[in-house]
Each structure stands twice: as C-alpha cells, then as structure tokens.
C-alpha cells in the first residue's frame, strides 16, 4: 500500500534562505508524487508532479523537487524563500492499488518565513 | 476561467438536519471526488466518482451520499450530520487525458456541525 510521511509539521525560515520540506513515500507500484500547496483560506494549488520522466522536478514559483528512489524520498527545495511562501504543503502519492485516481495525502508541513 | 466550484462555502448547521454541498466543474472532467481535511490528518477521500452515475467509496465514506447525474456535477450529501463531521471540505476533478492523478481543487467548505 502507498503512504507518504511528511517528517516536519512545522518549518521555519528566514526570507531569502532556502526552504527544505521533506517527504517520504512508501509505494508498491511505481508512484507519481506530488506536492500541493495551501495557502491560508485558499484551495490546493498543484506546486510539481512526479512521473518518472525525469528525477528532478520544476515546479511553480521557484520550487523543485528531487525523487531518490534508493532513499524513498521526494523533498522539495526553494534556493530563497519569500514571504509569500508562506502556507502549508502536502506531499502526496497517488496509485494506490494500482488506481492512479486515488491520492494519498501526507499530513502536511507548514512553512513559516521570518522578515 | 477553468475552474471548480463549491457552494457553500461556509455553513453551520444543527446535528440530523441534512445538507448538500455542490461542486461543479467546467473543465469536462470525468473523474471527481471529495476529500475531508481535519487538523494533523491531511487530506482524506470520501467518495469518488470516474464518470455519470459511477461512484465509489473512498476511504472515510461513513455518513455520506454522493450522486454523478450529469458530468459537471458531484453533490455531497449529510442526510444525517455529527459533529465528527465537522471539517473542511475540498472537491476535485481531474481527466484521463492529463492524467486522472492531476487533480484540481475548489475552494473549500468549512462546515461546523453542533
């Protein structure tokens, strides 16, 4: 069965140094990973997407992520925070049992940037 | 603009009297789906549905309904809300063409039942 753990509920950094959210994921099948972001009284916004193309992932606003399959990670990464940054984020799996319309949430991890 | 859609947004309600939320989206998606979303817990299914009239349990369908009558439309029904109900609500809908696991979320509702 898939799951993802998401290490740190709660991050903080200082604007302009870089963020680090980490996630690990636990997969039977070859996963496609995700992270969605949420910001305050807002919906999920899709941040990056895993397929297996390519192992390190661009997403929106400067985030990237790495999948390390001999680690079961997929961390996500931004060289410099902004304060608009600021929100909570899932990393997610989806897969499970073989439905790649099912997605498993992490429990979420929320980033907080200092002036 | 594509998007989805949810109404209410914010409801408070009494324990037993039922409720509707609807979600609508303008995309054609086929797939839809609901999620539940409690503090430390993330995101957890409730129903989804891959097409008109084909829907199935997700992982927390306990005290709920849902109905696909037309494409665009995933109603979440309470005919009998608790107070565990109380959460916040997300729908979303994705499609076989870009891939049914790139979902896109509505806004939210926050229901409180007392």
């Known amino acids: 069965a898939q799951s993802v753990t998401q290490l740190d509920s709660h991050v903080s950094v200082s604007e302009g140094t870089p963020v680090l959210l980490r996630c690990n994921y636990s997969s039977s099948y070859s996963p496609s990973l995700f992270w969605y972001v949420q910001h305050p009284n807002k919906g999920l916004q899709l941040l990056l997407k895993y397929t297996s193309a390519a192992t390190l992932v661009k997403g929106i606003n400067g985030f990237e992520a790495e999948f390390k399959k001999s680690e079961t990670s997929f961390h996500l990464t931004k060289p410099s925070a902004h304060m608009s940054d600021a929100a909570e984020y899932f990393c997610?799996?989806?897969?499970?049992?073989?439905?790649?319309?099912?997605?498993?949430f992490g429990t979420g991890t929320l980033l907080a940037v200092q002036p | 603009e594509a998007q989805v859609t949810q109404n209410p947004r914010y409801l408070i309600t009494v324990t037993g009297k039922k409720l509707t939320v609807t979600c609508s989206q303008n995309?054609?998606?086929?797939?839809m789906s609901w999620y539940r979303q409690d503090p430390g817990l993330g995101l957890r299914q409730i129903y989804y549905s891959m097409n008109v009239e084909v829907t199935d349990k997700g992982d927390v369908p306990e005290g709920y309904k849902v109905s696909r009558k037309e494409k665009r439309n995933f109603p979440l029904i309470l005919e009998s809300p608790s107070p565990n109900q109380t959460s916040l609500y997300f729908c979303a809908s994705s499609s076989r063409q870009t891939g049914t696991d790139t979902q896109y979320f509505g806004p939210g509702t926050r229901l409180t039942v007392l």
């Open positions: 997610v799996v989806s897969g499970y049992g073989g439905a790649t319309n099912k997605l498993i």
């Open positions: 995309m054609n998606h086929e797939y």
